[in-house]
């Protein structure tokens, strides 16, 4: 592979991605301190969620100008697994309405065009990603991996063939999610995150994702 054009998951998406007017992004989440710096020995912690779109040439998907500035994670502290889902619902809301698409406005068609929009891989490192995209924190004993179910005991275990890198399914994931959402007792979904290492994200709404 020489880019994300030549991947399995880009190639997933079946016709979409190589549908004119069609639309590809990346979904980028972290957090950082907006004072650049610690004071008195104490952190902020703002976050933010950007995305960039895939069909642009490489060199050009990142720039500024063509970068998406979708949300912001207000200070002083980083959201919890709980509180995330408030701030990328309106987010994935969108997502959802443009995946099946919509006419826009635009200057060089003022009557409108037709576009559709995907989102295909989560940016972020280890803690950002596993908050969310619903998975548990990478110290969790039973599942600290997001695609396979290898228990943090035997991480050193390198044979993938030995019968412990057991991967994850993406139904197995959203089945585990919706049980931890209509989980009505935080003891309820302790157990659920520790039996199935996944808790809720909004980013499971979208029909077409799979979260592995």
């Known amino acids: 592979m020489s880019s994300i054009w030549d991947s399995p998951a880009w190639l997933s998406l079946g016709s979409f991605t190589t ?40 060199e050009l998907q990142n720039l500024e100008e063509y970068t998406y500035f979708a949300g ?4 002083p502290k980083e959201p919890t697994v709980i509180t995330i889902t408030a ?20 200057h060089r068609h003022p009557d409108g065009t037709f576009k559709r929009v995907g989102v295909l891989p ?11 995209l619903g998975f548990a924190g990478i110290a969790s004993t039973s599942h600290f991996c997001s695609f396979c179910k290898l228990p943090l005991a035997i991480r050193g275990d390198l044979d993938h063939r030995g019968g412990h890198w057991i991967p994850r399914s993406g139904p197995e994931v959203l089945a585990a999610s919706e049980m931890w959402r209509k989980a009505e007792m935080k003891k309820t979904r302790k157990e659920l995150v520790a039996q199935y290492g996944v808790h809720y994200s909004s980013l499971h709404r979208l029909t077409y994702y799979d979260p592995v």
């Open 19 to 58: 549908t004119h007017g069609n639309l590809t992004f990346s979904y980028f989440i972290d957090w950082f301190n907006s004072l650049t710096n610690k004071i008195a020995g104490k952190s902020i912690s703002c976050g933010v969620i950007m995305m960039c779109c895939l069909n642009l040439p490489y």
């Open 87 to 106: 701030l990328a619902d309106p987010i994935v809301d969108h997502l959802e309405t443009l995946w099946h698409g919509k006419v826009i406005q635009t």
């Open 122 to 132: 989560a940016i972020g490192d280890l803690l950002a990603m596993h908050k969310a």
């Open 72 to 75: 912001i994670t207000p200070p």
